[in-house]
C-alpha cells in the first residue's frame, strides 16, 4: 500500500530564508504528485501538480521537484515571507488499479510558521 | 466564482444522531469526493463519484453513505453518528477530463463534533 511522508512536522524559518519543504512515498507507480497548502480552518489550495513524466514544476516563487524512482518530492519556496505561514500538504496519485484514478494518498503536512 | 461550497461550517451531534453534509461546485466538473481530515493522519478518502449516477468506495467508507444528487451535487450522510467520526470533512472537484491528470479542488470544509 502506498504511504506518504512528510518530514519534518513543523518548522519555523525567519523571513527571508528558503523553505525547503519534503515529502517521500513507497511506490513510485504513480500518475502525478500534488502539492497543496492548508490556513487553518480553510480547505486546500493545489499550489503544483507534477506529472510523473515531469521532473519539476515552477509557479513564481515556487518549485517542486519530483525524483520517482526514489520516491520523494521537494517543494522550494523562495525567499519566505509571513504570508507564506501555512500547513503544506502532498498527495500522490497511485497507479493501483485502473480505477485508482479517483484517489490521492496524503502525507500529514508540514506546518510552516515564517517569522517576521 | 465559488468553487467547491460545504454546508454546514460546523456542527455538533450527539451519538446515533444522522446527518447530511451538502457538497456542490460550480466549475462543471465531472468528478467529486469526499475526505475526512484528522489530526496527524492527513486527508483519507471516504467515497468518490467518477461521474453523475456513480459512486465509488473510498480508503475508509464504513459509517457513511453518498449520493451524486445531480452533477453539481454530492451529498454524505452519516445514518448513526459515532464519536470515531468527529473530524474535518472536505469536499473536492476535478475535471473529468483524463482526471487522473487534473488537479483536486477542495471546499472550505465541515468541522463535525460527536458527542
Redesign the interface.
Known amino acids: 500500500k502506498q504511504e506518504v511522508t512528510q518530514i519534518p512536522a513543523a518548522l519555523s524559518v525567519p523571513e527571508g530564508e528558503n523553505l525547503v519543504l519534503n515529502c517521500s512515498f513507497t511506490d513510485s507507480a504513480i500518475y502525478n504528485l500534488q502539492w497543496f497548502r492548508q490556513d487553518p480552518g480553510k480547505g486546500l489550495t493545489s499550489l503544483l501538480l507534477i506529472q510523473s513524466s515531469q521532473r519539476e514544476q515552477t509557479s513564481g516563487r515556487l518549485n517542486a521537484s519530483l525524483d520517482k524512482s526514489s520516491g520523494r518530492s521537494t517543494l522550494y519556496i523562495a525567499a519566505s515571507q509571513p504570508g507564506d505561514s501555512a500547513t503544506y500538504l502532498c498527495a500522490v496519485r497511485p497507479r493501483e488499479t485502473t480505477d485508482s484514478w479517483g484517489k490521492l494518498q496524503f502525507g500529514a503536512g508540514t506546518q510552516v510558521v515564517v517569522t517576521p | 466564482n465559488a468553487g467547491?461550497t460545504q454546508t454546514p461550517k460546523f456542527q455538533v451531534l450527539k451519538t446515533g444522531q444522522s446527518m447530511t453534509l451538502q457538497c456542490a461546485q460550480d466549475m462543471n466538473h465531472n468528478?467529486m469526493?469526499w475526505?475526512r481530515q484528522d489530526p496527524?493522519?492527513?486527508?483519507?478518502?471516504i467515497y468518490?463519484s467518477?461521474s453523475e449516477g456513480t459512486t465509488?468506495k473510498?480508503?475508509v467508507p464504513n459509517g457513511y453513505n453518498v449520493s451524486r444528487l445531480n452533477k453539481r451535487e454530492f451529498s454524505l450522510r452519516l445514518e448513526s453518528a459515532a464519536p470515531s467520526q468527529t473530524s474535518v470533512y472536505?469536499c473536492?472537484s476535478s475535471e473529468a477530463r483524463r482526471?487522473?491528470?487534473q488537479?483536486?479542488?477542495?471546499?472550505?470544509?465541515t468541522r463535525l463534533s460527536i458527542l
Not at chain 2, 496527524?40 to 478518502?45: E, Y
Request: zero cysteines; charged letters at 15%; a negative charge.
Open positions: 467547491v468528478s469526493y475526505y496527524g493522519m492527513g486527508l483519507r478518502l468518490y467518477a465509488d473510498g480508503e472536505f473536492a482526471p487522473i491528470n488537479p483536486q479542488h477542495f471546499g472550505d470544509g
